[in-house]
């Protein structure tokens, strides 16, 4: 007995077609809502800092929203801990360079992507190392945008207290396109430097 098998094809017409294509695209848009942003306002809209330790993308989330800081479309960890927040508007992004990265008490600060500046994290720094050994050894590299802040924390039973860090605005030379993981003061104390993109 032979069997015929017939094979029919089905030609969705093409409004029906578009429809679909449609509702995809807007059900997507629900899912991923940065894809409604060109890539120009999407960096515009973004921010920079250097993460600490042991704090993850979830942690920032939150204490973000904690902070009164609308829920950010992306929270980006690099290897070498900065971290890159991209909000839905300028204005969150301000807000947060504005009152900085605040931590168990320490106020990290944070810049705008798009700013042609480094945010240099200076560590292993002991209290009695002052800062103009420092600015020193970095001179070739470029030049500082204002003045070396100190790392803090903050204990409820009193005031500041350092822990070893500083950081400064930089603006490398022309010229420069990197500095050093490392550099040695001329009295021999050796701290380390942390960048975005290094």
């Known amino acids: 007995t032979r069997m015929l098998l017939e094979v029919k094809s089905f030609v969705v017409a093409p409004a029906l077609a578009c429809a679909l294509l449609k509702l995809s695209m807007a059900a997507e848009s629900q899912d ?4 409604r942003f060109s890539s120009q306002a999407l960096r515009e809209n973004s921010v920079r800092f250097r993460c600490p330790s042991k704090v993850g993308a979830l942690d920032i989330a939150d204490h973000l929203g904690d902070a009164g800081i609308p829920h950010p479309l992306s929270i980006q960890l690099s290897s070498n801990r900065f971290c890159t927040v991209t909000f ?20 990290i600060p944070v810049t705008h992507v ?7 994290h200076i560590a292993d720094v002991p209290i009695w190392v002052a800062d103009a050994p420092l600015l020193a050894c970095l001179g070739e590299y470029g030049t500082p945008v204002g003045p070396v ?3 803090s924390l903050k204990s409820k039973h009193g005031a500041a207290i350092a822990n070893g860090l500083r950081f400064v605005t930089f603006r490398l030379a022309k010229g420069v396109s990197n500095i050093p ?9 050796t701290f380390s430097i942390r960048y975005d993109g290094q």
């Open 32 to 35: 991923m809502p940065w894809r």
């Open 88 to 107: 839905a508007n300028k204005v969150s992004g301000e807000k947060l360079v504005e009152q900085g990265f605040v931590w168990q008490g320490a106020c």
């Open 114 to 120: 798009l700013e042609p500046l480094l945010q240099l």
């Open 149 to 151: 802040r100190a790392g």
């Open 181 to 189: 993981s490392f550099l040695t003061t001329k009295g021999g104390h």
